[in-house]
């Protein structure tokens, strides 16, 4: 009933930049927290950002005064902007939504397929 797809991932250099989007559609009335997570080889899921819809944001340790997260609700998407990439950001990152069904009322939550970040120069 709701799908995310996420998009822009990629190769980029240490010291590099890059941005990612995820958007939501299908059967939605609402949507709550947003955020990101990121599973690296041989590693489980872990978090990289959250905002809640009152734009409320938290980061893990590792990406603090490095990434930004921020949504647009207007278009249902959030976004992660990561800034000064280290070879130990290379992940899979995944785009996480939580909210409420349109028409059942009922709470979904929703993962994205996950789009690659490599980190390597």
């Known amino acids: 009933q709701v799908q995310l797809v996420e998009s822009g991932g990629g190769l980029v250099q240490p010291g590099g930049s890059l941005r990612l989007s995820c958007v939501a559609s299908g059967s939605i009335f609402s949507i709550d927290a947003m955020g990101w997570y990121r599973q690296a080889p041989g590693n489980q899921r872990g978090l990289a950002a959250t905002i809640t819809s009152g734009g409320v944001t938290n980061y893990a340790d590792s990406v603090k005064g490095r990434f930004t997260i921020s949504r647009d609700n207007a278009k249902n998407t959030v976004y992660l902007q990561m800034n000064n990439l280290k070879p130990e950001d290379t992940a899979v990152y995944y785009c996480?939504?939580?909210?409420?069904?349109?028409?059942?009322?009922?709470?979904?939550?929703?993962w994205g397929q996950g789009t690659l970040v490599t980190v390597s120069s």
């Open positions: 996480n939504v939580g909210g409420v069904v349109g028409g059942t009322w009922s709470h979904f939550d929703a």
